[in-house]
């Protein structure tokens, strides 16, 4: 990104929602109505231009639930979020007059094995080994990675690694646990958010270990049972992903640099995401790893 955000400003987008559902290879479900759900759509429409599957509308695959960035537990429910509102306002520069929403599982949307959409995002970290397999666009938000634990918890920045952790299978905590933290018998491995922060609840992990911003906004929720204690500054780029050779990739760039200029990312941001959280972001303490 040509500025860097701080944690507590960040950009997503929320996708439309309807009434029409059907299932994709991949056993997703699409929703396929029209108009940009609760989002308030900013700047000039057609000021970009975007290559789509279908005309009038951006198809989008994304991995739900993710509260906060998409605001629903499937497509037909979701209207409004930062990631679907960023979203929406892309589609809206473009010209466009709806989003169409797909959901897929973690593992299919990460290994791209149905790219059957215009344009994808899931608070996908921007790597290099990532690039191998997406076009990305700039960075719309930077994160951190957070600790999350059970309130009262024993986990401390020096013994956090003989603690019994969960990841996220395929994010950038479930990396960064294995090569930096090393925790013993390795990190637990979670197909969800809810699955992770379940088995925290109910103490069969010590900790979580993922992006601040999800850390924070499954603690928030869980009414003082958990809280995050601290972050490891990795200086995470959050990216939309495409297929490679994507033509939309320099016109998606052109409206995320639009949104940040004109203030629609930190409104996005204001609205969607601080609420969520219940601490500034920048206050969490940074931990470093010992040896």
């Known amino acids: 990104m040509h500025t860097k955000r701080p944690l507590s400003i960040l950009a997503i987008a929320a996708l439309t929602t309807g009434l029409l559902s059907g299932c994709n290879a991949l056993g997703g479900t699409s929703n396929t109505a029209g108009g940009f759900g609760d989002c308030e759509v900013t700047g000039e429409a057609g000021s970009i231009k975007l290559e789509t599957k279908n005309p009038e509308t951006l198809s989008i695959a994304t991995v739900l639930p993710s509260n906060g960035w998409w605001n629903g537990e499937s497509p037909e429910t979701v209207k409004s979020g930062f990631e679907y509102c960023m979203v929406a306002n892309i589609a809206h520069r473009a010209g466009l007059k709806s989003v169409t929403i797909t ?10 094995s149905n790219q059957d959409y215009d ?13 191998q397999v997406f076009d990305f666009s700039n960075p719309y938000f930077q994160s951190n990675l957070g600790v999350a634990v059970k309130k009262d918890s024993k986990v401390t920045e020096d013994n956090i690694s003989q603690h019994r952790i969960g990841v996220l299978q395929g994010n950038m905590g479930a990396q960064f646990t294995t090569d930096k933290i090393k925790p013993k018998g390795g990190p637990q491995l979670f197909q969800t958010e809810t699955e992770m922060f379940t088995a925290l609840k109910a103490g069969q992990i010590d900790a979580v270990v993922t992006d601040t911003t999800l850390a924070l906004t499954n603690t928030h929720a869980s ?5 995050v204690i601290a972050q490891f500054k990795v200086d995470q780029g959050y990216g939309i992903t495409f297929k490679k050779g994507s033509p939309n990739v320099d016109p998606v760039n052109q409206a995320i640099e639009q949104m940040t200029e004109d203030g629609t990312l930190d409104k996005l941001s204001e609205t969607y995401l601080k609420p969520l959280f219940g601490v500034d972001p920048n206050s969490i303490p940074h931990w470093e790893l010992k040896g």
């Open 103 to 112: 959901h897929q599982s973690w593992d299919q949307y990460i290994s791209a």
């Open 119 to 131: 344009l994808s995002l899931a608070s996908t970290t921007i790597t290099d080994e990532r690039k």
């Open 223 to 227: 009414n003082g049972e958990l809280e």
